[in-house]
């Protein structure tokens, strides 16, 4: 089956400092990724779709110079938290699928903790 | 606005028994739907996919249906067993934006032996 590799899964860094998360697609190509941000309990929340290529597109509220996102190929797109606070700390996840209506495939998440 | 509301309240059935799980959305009607299982400190993972000409969909002892007219799917698991237990996510696409997938809160479902 479709696999998403995110890396890394857990990621404690000092307040100030930015952080790089991957997604990875092993077995497909993915034409677009999305990233969500889920807090305790709470569901997963979309910050931003990417597709290869072009930039991304933000849901409203999420700061595109805070989150960066690059998708540079069909199989690999990154999140970088810059500047990371306290309040950034969540778990971050990714998600890839193949073609417009095809179901998504998660990555395991990442877990930022900022201190 | 687009909207999907799910039970937010966790469901506690008994192993054996058949779990139903609702999801309902207003505001648009999506050409498809999909369900989602996530475990804690997890990615979710895809389930099924039902689309607006289907009534029902089945995957072993997991069922969907899906009416358009009241604007809501149904989640079955028939023989339910404690390995069940988990947070299922309906998802229907948004118009537009690259039928981007906005996630209902879920419902818990704890499955006691």
């Known amino acids: 089956g479709a696999v998403v590799s995110q890396h890394p899964s857990r990621v404690i860094c000092k307040s100030g400092t930015s952080v790089k998360i991957e997604c990875r697609s092993l077995d497909f190509q993915a034409t677009t990724m999305f990233w969500y941000r889920q807090f305790p309990k709470q569901s997963l929340m979309l910050m931003a779709t990417s597709n290869e290529g072009s930039k991304a597109t933000y849901e409203q509220g999420v700061e595109k110079d805070k989150f960066l996102i690059n998708h540079a190929s069909l199989t690999l797109s990154t999140l970088t938290v810059t500047s990371a606070h306290p309040e950034d700390s969540s778990f971050y996840i990714c998600?890839?699928?193949?073609?417009?209506?095809?179901?998504?495939?998660f990555g395991n998440g990442t877990r930022l903790t900022v201190t | 606005s687009q909207k999907i509301e799910q039970n937010s309240e966790a469901l506690n059935i008994q192993e054996g028994k058949t779990a139903t799980l609702t999801c309902n959305y207003t505001?648009?009607?999506?050409?498809?739907l999909q369900w989602y299982r996530q475990d804690p400190g997890r990615g979710p993972v895809f389930l099924l996919l039902i689309r607006e000409n289907e009534k029902e969909k089945r995957k072993e002892r997991l069922k969907v249906t899906f009416d358009t007219t009241l604007k809501q799917s149904l989640f079955h698991i028939t023989a339910s067993q404690p390995a069940d237990s988990a947070t299922y996510l309906c998802?229907?696409?948004?118009?537009?934006?690259?039928?981007?997938?906005?996630f209902g809160a879920g419902t818990r479902l704890a499955v006691h032996p």
């Open positions: 998802a229907p696409p948004f118009s537009g934006g690259y039928n981007k997938l906005i």
């Open positions: 505001n648009y009607s999506p050409a498809y």
């Open positions: 998600s890839a699928r193949e073609a417009l209506n095809s179901p998504l495939h």
